[in-house]
Nanobody
Framework: QVQLVESGGGLVQPGGSLRLSCAAS????????MSWYRQAPGKERELVATITSDGSSSSYEDSVKGRFTISRDSANEMVYLQMNSLKPEDTAVYYCNAFVSFRYRWGQGTQVTVSS
């Protein structure tokens, strides 16, 4: 079955960096675009970044452009989110996502807290 397992979250000071990882299994990873979403307390889940199946193109939510970078390693079925210059408003649970077999698939999420 499709599984997405996130890791790498934690507590970081404003201006710091974190790298999130997502291990994928149960589907043909190289055939699917992958995304990162986040959900802050009391807010709806929002799309943060997407990378195409071949890794040739990516897109970002406006507030993270220039600070976050999504990447993938198809050989190891991993997707990453490098987050730099973190701000308190980046605090959220971050989720890995793939749209497989006409369903959105989610991991369990990893908490990112940006605070001094």
């Amino acid at each position: 079955q499709v599984q997405l397992v996130e890791s790498g979250g934690g507590l970081v000071q404003p201006g710091g960096s974190l790298r999130l990882s997502c291990a994928a299994s149960g589907f043909t990873f190289s055939s699917y675009a992958m995304s990162w979403y986040r959900q802050a307390p009391g807010k709806e889940r929002e799309l943060v970044a997407t990378i195409t199946s071949d890794g040739s193109s990516s897109s970002y939510e406006d507030s993270v452009k220039g600070r976050f970078t999504i990447s993938r390693d198809s050989a190891n079925e991993m997707v990453y989110l490098q987050m730099n210059s973190l701000k308190p408003e980046d605090t959220a649970v971050y989720y890995c996502n793939a749209f497989v077999s006409f369903r959105y698939r989610w991991g369990q999420g990893t908490q990112v807290t940006v605070s001094s």
